[in-house]
């Protein structure tokens, strides 16, 4: 019997190159988006107004360069320029008041832009319904550590808490009441902070005046995920509407700050004893949404960590809000995380109405 044994041809086996070093910051961050999305899968679902597809569709991302540096374009300008520029920052939901409800739109969207000075501007762009802002800034953070050369980073998926308000939404009524809000960058300076703390020393049986309470007193910021039971990693919604605080014009005119510091303490102590029971059912958000234009809603970028959030070139320089078509179904406020060497706290206005603007900056400056 003859065996016979077929061989390949010789060809050489060499140690393994070392892994290829990604060279720029964009490609770091693009390979850190994909690593990411494996373990937030949620995050590259698409779906529509009540319920996400994990299909691991992807999310969309952009690349772009701009020919100036960012000192020379001016983007945190007044100018209409300078507006119309941070429009192509970001991606934005095709429908003018679109929040990615479609069933083709993805839940989030991406772009870097880099500068001539090499500065580069990231413009992220989701949809609520999957992610609040501490949610998303734990996505980010997850990026920039996977950026960073970390092997892991951690997510913990949990079912959605409370559940969706969904009748209460559906019968939102139209804002047209709204269409005239227009956007107003705000500045509180310090000195003010720091003068209502003083004054308010001692008036709260020991507790402190935060500079929350007094933005919110001079024009509302609260842990509400520790008192839903939101666990560490979760990542989704954590939002509770309250009327908590209510008070007449006349009133409110005549107190002192303290005094209202005194009113937004006491509301914040009451956050989150409704979260489980029977007033949970949409009618205090069916309540807000009647009154428009007389509530006011704060939504605090403070303390979530995204003035820390580092894809290997050092954390931001400024984290802001925008919006193409500025609006919201009631009077709103932004407050920002503090910036590197700026005084104050930042604020975004969209509570007042084109006609009202002069005279609530002027308030403001008295």
């Known amino acids: 019997m003859s065996v016979v044994v077929s061989k390949s041809s010789p060809e050489v086996i060499r140690p393994p190159e070392p892994l290829k070093t990604t060279t720029t910051a964009i490609e770091s961050i693009k390979r850190a988006l994909s690593q990411a999305l494996v373990l937030y899968y949620p995050l590259a679902a698409n779906g529509d107004e009540f319920s996400i597809h994990c299909t691991g569709e992807g999310v969309e991302f952009i690349t772009a360069s701009v020919d100036y540096g960012l000192q020379e374009a001016k983007i945190f300008g007044e100018s209409t320029g ?29 772009q870097v832009t880099k500068f001539s000075c090499g500065g580069l501007v990231l413009g992220v762009t989701w949809n609520h319904a999957v992610a609040d802002g501490a949610g998303i800034t734990q996505f980010l953070t997850a990026i920039g550590e996977l950026a960073c050369g970390l092997d892991e980073a951690v997510s913990n998926f949990s079912d959605p808490l409370p559940d969706p308000i969904q009748q209460a939404m559906l019968m939102c009524p139209d804002p047209t009441d709204m269409d005239r809000i227009v956007p107003i960058d705000i500045t509180i300076p310090s000195v003010l902070i720091n003068r209502v703390k003083a004054e308010s020393r001692g008036c709260f049986d020991g507790q402190p005046c935060t500079s929350f309470d007094v933005v919110l007193a001079v024009l509302w910021r609260t842990n509400v995920r520790k008192r839903v039971g939101a666990k560490d990693g979760y990542y989704g919604n954590c939002i509770t509407i309250e009327l908590l605080a209510g008070a007449t014009s006349g009133m409110v005119a005549k107190a002192s700050i303290v ?88 604020l975004l206005s969209l509570a007042v109405k084109e006609e009202h603007a002069d005279v609530f900056l002027g308030e403001l400056e008295n």
């Not at 429009?87 to 993805?106: H, K, M, R, T």
């Not at 303390?303 to 179904?329: C, I, K, T, W, Y």
């Open 82 to 110: 300078a507006k119309a520029l941070l429009d192509e920052l970001a991606i934005f939901y095709p429908a003018a008041g679109s929040y990615g409800s479609s069933d083709d739109e993805p839940l989030l969207l991406l």
């Open 259 to 346: 005094e209202l510091v005194r009113m937004i303490k006491c509301a914040k102590d009451q956050l989150g004893d409704n979260v489980n029971g029977s007033c949970n059912d949409g009618d205090q958000l069916m309540e807000g949404l009647r009154r428009r234009y007389d509530v006011m809603h704060m939504a605090s970028w403070r303390n979530m960590g995204l003035e820390q959030v580092d894809f290997g070139s050092g954390a931001p320089a400024r984290v802001m809000f925008h919006a193409r078509q500025p609006g919201a179904p009631v009077p709103t406020y932004f407050m920002y995380p503090s910036c590197k060497g700026k005084d104050g706290v930042k």
